[in-house]
């Protein structure tokens, strides 16, 4: 059976899209550590993320890496975190989150953000990409 990520990659479930390319996609996570935090997943369903080919690993980095930029851009903050569990989904996948302090890193007993708030954030995270290639 297809991962939850699987369907929201090919259309079946609505997802908040702020990166896509031929090997992966960035989306808006419904449970938000902090507003922009969000998610790299390769379009390949790979359970764990240590049998990724190195190829596709390098890729996924490379892309956390542009989207942390902006990230900073549109959500100012002390740094951005990067984080794989993998827990959640048997689909690898990255945590890119806003931080300001050790007490912004959890992923349990979040709220879900509204669809007009991460439509907004997406928004926010697509300028400043925007902004980082001019």
């Not at 550590?33 to 390949?44: E, N, Q, S």
């Not at 764990?48 to 930029?69: F, G, N, T, Y």
């Not at 100012?76 to 996948?93: D, K, N």
């Amino acid at each position: 059976m297809a991962s939850v990520f699987t369907r929201i990659i090919h259309g079946e479930l609505p997802g908040e899209f702020v990166w896509s390319d031929e090997q992966c996609v960035a989306i808006m996570t419904l449970n938000p550590m902090k507003p922009g935090h969000l998610l790299v997943i390769p379009r390949t369903e790979i359970d764990h993320w240590d049998d990724m080919p190195a190829e596709l690993s390098a890729h996924l980095m490379s892309v956390s890496q542009k989207l942390a930029k902006a990230l900073k851009g549109a959500f100012p903050c002390q740094r951005v975190g990067l984080l794989v569990v993998g827990l959640e989904v048997p689909h690898v996948h990255l945590h890119l989150a806003p931080l300001d302090t050790m007490q912004d890193i959890r992923l349990e007993g979040l709220p879900q953000a509204s669809p007009e708030a991460l439509a907004e954030n997406a928004d926010r995270i697509r300028a400043a990409l925007k902004a980082d290639q001019a």
